[in-house]
T-cell receptor, first 116, second 111 residues
Framework: AQKITQTQPGMFVQEKEAVTLDCTYD???????LFWYKQPSSGEMIFLIY??????QNATEGRYSLNFQKARKSANLVISASQLGDSAMYFC?????????????FGGGTRLMVKP | EAQVTQNPRYLITVTGKKLTVTCSQN?????MSWYRQDPGLGLRQIYYSMNVEVTDKGDVPEGYKVSRKEKRNFPLILESPSPNQTSLYFCASARQGNIQYFGAGTRLSVL
């Protein structure tokens, strides 16, 4: 079974509007971390936001927020006031438990395209 | 500036010719890792290192070697590259249990 599922291969959003990128995860470990990364066309992986499984509040970083619904096992990324520079691939990732290897399991990604 | 630096950014080579991709971080992170990214397969971990002289296999270690002689450096070695190792490679570093920061990536083509 997929541990991280991103069901939207591609999405369009109008500039200045908000957009939600979906991510669901599967783990039986009570301790885990959820991450979002952005990969622009230049190829680098840019860390955006982190949510720990025990965090009481949803994480926010500037225009990025994470809609964490633990019971549903979802960790959707919300980008407010989209900008043209937000056009990129977005990856959701999870680190499980006391994973000594710190290994991240990545979803398949969502390609976001911002329309002017 | 805190960063993870990979070199080279682009490399074209031929089957069997040994190569090394270097990775260096200036954040004094204990943990470093190598991933490869392939279409349809996402990112997969190759090797990781918890600290100096401590390395371990990830999901797809075959055909790769690593070493961690110094805290800041974690080179990836392909002793005898093959075409199925054509990929986009990322080095990452982190404090233990913390956020991983990635390098800019190395695009490798093995002919």
């Amino acid at each position: 079974a997929q541990k991280i599922t991103q069901t939207q291969p591609g999405m369009f959003v109008q500039e200045k509007e908000a957009v939600t990128l979906d991510c669901t995860y599967d783990t039986s470990d009570p301790s885990y971390g959820l991450f979002w990364y952005k990969q622009p066309s230049s190829g680098e992986m840019i860390f955006l936001i982190y949510q720990g499984s025990y965090d009481q509040q949803n994480a926010t970083e500037g225009r990025y927020s994470l809609n964490f619904q633990k019971a549903r096992k979802s960790a959707n990324l919300v980008i407010s006031a989209s900008q043209l520079g937000d056009s990129a691939m977005y990856f959701c990732a999870m680190r499980e438990g006391n994973n000594a290897g710190n290994m991240l399991t990545f979803g398949g990604g969502t390609r976001l395209m911002v329309k002017p | 500036e805190a960063q993870v630096t990979q070199n080279p950014r682009y490399l074209i080579t031929v089957t069997g010719k040994k190569l090394t991709v270097t990775c260096s971080q200036n954040m004094n992170h204990e943990y470093m890792s190598w991933y490869r990214q392939d279409p349809g397969l996402g990112l997969r971990q190759i090797y990781y290192s918890m600290n100096v002289e401590v390395t371990d296999k990830g999901d797809v270690p075959e055909g790769y070697k690593v070493s961690r002689k110094e805290k800041r450096n974690f080179p990836l070695i392909l002793e005898s590259p093959s075409p199925n190792q054509t990929s986009l490679y990322f080095c990452a570093s982190a404090r233990q249990g913390n956020i991983q920061y990635f390098g800019a990536g190395t695009r490798l083509s093995v002919l």
